[in-house]
């Protein structure tokens, strides 16, 4: 040993800690405790690898379900409370903050859809056909038919997917629209009823717009509601997450008829619940990398029990207590090290194959983890972040050094005399 450290020139602490971490002697209690460093490594991988795994998921449910939400919503909405027949001059405000690349106008109201004996509540939305591929990507999620079918006076309607499936409509059907708005008749206000023809399907991968959302274009929407423009201003900008910041920009040359909001404060309550969930995952999770450390404190307070005599050997040919406390450190460090490693690599590889891993685990056991009608998506998303790996691992590194600083305290102050007294 003594040549292989001048040939490499490293400190002996160094190679007899590593020595101690693959222990291969054939003694029993030897065995038992290289088994135990082993189980260590096995815990802080697993643990590492598992956190890793799950926030990554948790990151990709996340960016999947802003993005499907932001192909359907605006960045930003411009509503007032007088319909905006000028909406032009409005858009034109708008358009000169950098950040804003595309406006249009549209309408929205709660509805209800009929058809036979099916009923169901709607959000009703009046858009401009030619204009909307400025603020949203639905003219490039129609299944059926197209956006461009949505003509002024001829009142056809453009249904989500799962909305259509519930109402068992096609396109060129029939479907009866209900407003809130009434008319004022003999026997009392009556709502308004209006028949529309299906004149496209179209899927954003959403659920809860899928089943909720129906489109009409904004000059039916107009004579529908007896309106004399639209009721706001749909805004694009150039990344969704500064639309807080355009927001507060745009607001004080609006008038006090104008109310803005962001596609966050729309979905405020959600986003907010995620970010919670993903922070106790991350406590949780953590613990299990706490437990595998302390596991690792009991491997090295058994291997300073173990080696007591190679310690006092060790002290009596001149070895400062420093050296034995860092001997034991660099064997606390290894395994921790190890497991890290480990579990860097095992996590990154599952959290980048989850779309592959998922699906034949449903097929196998014939499962699915994610239901249509209970989540938004009905995949499992991942989204792998260096900066979330880099601070798991720097935790688990941080508790695997915490864990070795008792037990190597402990082999420092071994005294030579008492530790060989029974050898």
Sequence with gaps: MKTLRKSLNLPY?????WRYTRSSRRASCNTFISFISMISMAGIALGVAALIVVISVMNGFQKEVRDRMLAVLSHIEIISDIPMPDWGQVAQYAMKNPAVHGAAPFVAVQAMLTRDDTVRGVILRGVDPGQEGKVSDLSRQFRLGGIAALRPGEFGIALGVELARALDAHVGERV??????????????????????????????????DSALALIHIEDAEKLLRLEGPSGLRLRVADPTIAPHVTRE??????????????????????AAVQTEKRMMFIILTLIIAVAAFNLVSTLVMTVTEKQADIAILRTMGAQPGAILRIFIVQGVSIGVIGTVCGVALGCLVAANIDVIVPAIEALFHVQFLPRDVYFID??????????????????FVMAILATLYPSWRAARVKPAEALRYE
């Design 250 to 271: 745009l607001a004080p040359g609006l008038g006090s008829n104008f109310y803005l909001r962001d596609w966050s404060s729309q979905n405020r309550t959600w986003f």
């Design 176 to 209: 009866n629209l209900l407003v809130p708005q009434g008319t004022m008749t003999p026997a009392g206000i009556m709502p308004r009823l209006r028949a529309f023809t299906v004149t496209g399907i179209f899927e954003s991968g959403h659920f809860e717009y």
């Design 13 to 17: 602490e160094l190679l007899i800690g």
């Design 379 to 396: 995949e499992l998303p991942s989204d792998l972040r260096s900066g979330d790996v880099t601070v798991i691992a720097s935790i688990a």
